[in-house]
């Protein structure tokens, strides 16, 4: 294989990776944004995500791509219910940002406990997914690949659209930029919240499905994916969206070029090393603004 | 409470548990107790950075599991004694966490939880990637930190020579209840010393406390370096005690145990991560019938623990709330027994 197979090859997988990333890491940096809430539940709704697509098309025989309408119509379930379990009785309270993290967590538990209940530990195929691929020179490129990257920017057009042109895209602005301020507009907080978790919860079950079509479904499935969406989050900046997709990209390959340069087990030590290091260059990460707090 | 309640409190209920070797010679429930003094004395050291500091540190376990691995890893490839090796757990452990105190410097809040959690998350990684032999035994490799099936069989405390199989137990229940005792003597005196009341004022406003003349820098990471030592200790002794270690105690579900825990309890209050890491172990504990509802119980227990006590059962006991249920229902109650008397006569 020549140099440019190679690299080829790197970027083609981490295009994937990096659009699974995206879809999953904006969901997140929203909540922080217009909330402030570190949602350790996002893995759950990843998870819930991919099996809602294994239930509909492998228990309840839909056809494949029936699975991804179903999975967002779970998520949007699960992100009215996660806002209903917890943000809905902490949000504006003093501890809220702590707090929260914690009730999350015990939501996250609950799930997965739920999840091996209802489907047994063991692995399952996700359904949504395509065979075959095209060579581009020498590297295969599979259908899949280019399934997930369609999903991908179609998801992110449609929420570039959402929070740009319609009414409740400016009323969520609004409410990011300043609550009070949002609030005294006649803004209402809480329903500004809900659809926020519920736009987050079906991006979160959408990147499911993307993210179990490469590997497998597994009530843990989420874990992993979360804690790199995490650093995605706080590299970029917490709550920066054009800069989280960015980056989603960037460590992506990056990962992917580490797998193919080292080995697998490489890849997210160093990837985690990278990070702590732009921490501690740019503590409010590549693209977030020093909020300097005036005494 | 002032301090000399809290002082005759703590007495109490250290003779309390010192005295239930006496009530039971069960090794399960006195296993159970050991775990119980590990749990609590490092959330008492993490209480004081996250509640006290107020800085959102997610490294604690990490921490402890330097304590622990430094110590079995000595233990296990030069053959040292436990005793000693425990002690050079906690300077290991004392320099891991001065070192995270300095990284976490500049940032705040989410950013300190997510990177400290990106530490941790690496250096379990690496131990599970661990996998070049550094010498063979019988045929077996035998890698520096033992990969993901972790070290075992190094030694322990040596209480099974001194005290015989039976006792043995016992030795490090009394041993783990020093540690806890000496760990939460040095706390209190930190949240009672003028080094407490500098945290707080940092992390109630750093502005005007850096104006007061409070060196953050210098703070924060001297509340790292102190709590680092007895997290580094008790990882030690959970190393001795189990006689093995593995990549297991840096699972996420160890670490939001344990931060559950304290906030269940109470973040910043001295008694917080007693009342924390006993709710939740006593919890865990009553459903261990359940089998694989017991997550799932243990998770609402969470939820519903933060939205009905926001600041912890340790705030909740302290603020007015439970004073004036109590007189609601000494109200109520008078209402019933006049009611009751009043009954018969109609």
Redesign the interface.
Known sequence: MTVLDSVLQILVSGITLGGMYAVSAIGLALL?GVMGM?N?AHGSLIAIGAYASVFAVGYLGGTWYLGLPAAMIVGCLAGVLLYF??AR??VG???F???I???T??????????L??GFTGYPQRQPFALEGGIYLGNVLVPYQTMLIVCVAIILMMALSWLLKATRMGRAIRATAQSQKAAALMGIPAERIYLQVMVIAGVLAAISGVLISSTANTSPSLG?VTM?KV??I??VAG?GNIPGTILISFALAVLEAAIQYALSA??A??LL??I??MI??WR???LFGAARI?K? | MSARQNIALALGLLVVLAAIPLLTSSRYVLGQFILFFIWFGVVTQWNLVFGVAGIFSLAQMMIFAVGGYASAMLAFHLQWAMWLTVIVGGCAAVVTSTVIGFATLRLRGAYVALLTLAIAAAMQALIIADTDCLSFETGTCITLTGGASGLSRFGDFGFRELLGYRSAVLGEYYLGLLLITVGSAFAFLIINSPLGHAFRALRDNSACAAARGIDRIKYQVMVFSLAGFFSGLLGGFYAGHFNAIGPSILDFSTLLFLLTSMIVGGVGRFWGPLAGCAAMMLFDELLMGLEEWRAVGLGVFTVVAVILFPQGIVGFLESGELRRIGSQLTGLSAQIHHFVKKAPGQ
């Open positions: 922080w570190l350790m379990a917890t009785w902490m309270s003093g501890q940002e702590m707090n993290i914690i009730a967590v015990g939501v996250a538990i609950v799930v997965k406990s739920l091996i209940i874990e804690l995490f650093i989050c706080v917490l087990k490489w997210f030590p985690l090393g990070a702590v921490l501690i503590p409010y990460g707090r005494v």
